[in-house]
């Protein structure tokens, strides 16, 4: 079985500071690695996701996450924070290479507050 | 390419009644997932389709069910309704037989049971 744990339940920052949502996940076997973002009164949005190769994954809109298979973590960081990142954060995971590749399995979530 | 969709957006229904939600998923997905999110619980998995097959089920009771049609749109079912039903039910498609390349969530149905 799996499941995820995010660390942090809120974050506030300041706009245009760095911030980090921390993920880390427990597995019996390898897995793939997604973040979601859930703006208030909308679904999920896939914002970035780990399958294989380079461990550094990039979104469009400014964020990164980093695979790092010895601490099983999947932090989500990004330099410069606009007020419109305002939003709750979802680290999953899904395990590879069997029929369950369609249940992800999300931690808990963090919110991300932003101010002025 | 339109999103997922999700009928109706919003319901509120009693105790002991029975429900059912909609979802159309992305055009040429075949794959459709159902999560339940509550503030205690967080996001749950509820269940997966692929070709009108269910493929994974998570830990709810029979209450819950659902199908998938050929053409690949999904309904949940939640028979006798109980407080604790009330979420925001979120319906995903993927390309893919599971979700390799990330689901695609729609815009969640809020239930309320009074």
């Known amino acids: 079985a799996q499941s995820v744990t995010q660390l942090d339940s809120q974050v506030p920052v300041f706009e245009e500071a760095p911030v980090e949502l921390r993920c880390n996940y427990s597995?019996?076997?390898?897995?793939?690695l997604f973040w979601y973002v859930q703006y208030p009164n909308q679904g999920l949005q896939l914002l970035l996701k780990y399958l294989s190769g380079s461990t550094l994954v990039e979104s469009i809109n400014g964020f990164e996450a980093e695979f790092n298979k010895s601490q099983t973590s999947f932090h989500l960081r990004k330099p410069s924070v606009h007020i419109s990142d305002t939003a709750e954060y979802f680290c999953?995971?899904?395990?590879?290479?069997?029929?369950?590749?369609?249940?992800?399995?999300f931690g808990q979530g963090t919110t991300l507050q932003v101010k002025p | 390419k339109a999103g997922v969709t999700q009928t109706p957006r919003y319901l509120i229904k009693t105790r002991g009644q029975q429900v059912t939600l909609s979802c159309s998923p992305i055009s040429g997905h075949r794959s459709v997932s159902w999560y339940q999110q509550t503030p205690g619980q967080g996001l749950q998995f509820l269940f997966e389709y692929f070709s009108e097959t269910q493929r994974n089920k998570g830990n709810f009771p029979g209450r819950f069910s659902g199908r998938q049609f050929s053409n690949s749109r999904s309904e949940m079912n939640v028979s006798t309704l109980e407080l604790g039903d009330s979420a925001l039910y979120l319906c995903?498609?993927?390309?893919?037989?599971?979700?390799?390349?990330?689901?695609?969530f729609g815009p969640g149905t809020r239930l309320t049971v009074t």
């Open positions: 999953a995971v899904t395990p590879q290479g069997s029929s369950n590749t369609g249940k992800l399995i």
């Open positions: 995903a498609s993927s390309s893919g037989q599971g979700g390799i390349r990330g689901q695609y």
């Open positions: 597995s019996s076997v390898s897995v793939y």
